[in-house]
């Protein structure tokens, strides 16, 4: 059982930055490949960013690439989202969640192949 606390977000301006942080119980923290997913009003769950266990493979939805970068530390079980250059359209909740399938550098940008899931924290980008 893994559980999942996001922080870091808030109201930003356009063109500002975030970080958020997503903090893992449990002690298999380093065996799960990590992704960030975001929801916007009236839209589905849109995968964001992933990363392996190992931190050595790393995926970006094309929307964000350029703009945020996803990693993990390991040691302090916690997986972060670097967000600059935000955008009015960045205005989402997101979820960090837990995948513990796959090897060192498995990642998925599906939600289905996800476990576990954060309760999800507002991140809002004012124009």
């Known amino acids: 059982q893994v559980q999942l606390v996001e922080s870091g977000g808030g109201l930003v301006q356009a063109g500002g930055s975030l970080r958020l942080s997503c903090a893992a119980s449990g002690r298999t923290f380093s065996s799960y490949a990590m992704g960030w997913f975001r929801q916007a009003p009236g839209k589905e769950r849109a995968f964001v960013a992933a990363v392996s266990w190992s931190g050595g493979s790393t995926s970006h939805a094309a929307s964000v690439k350029g703009r945020f970068t996803i990693s993990r530390d390991n040691a302090k079980n916690t997986v972060f989202l670097q967000m600059n250059s935000l955008k009015p359209e960045d205005t989402a909740v997101y979820y960090c969640?837990?995948?513990?399938?796959?090897?060192?550098?498995?990642?998925?940008?599906?939600?289905?192949?996800?476990?576990?899931w954060g309760q999800g924290i507002q991140v809002t980008v004012s124009s």
């Open positions: 969640a837990a995948d513990a399938s796959g090897g060192a550098y498995y990642y998925s940008t599906r939600s289905r192949d996800y476990d576990y």
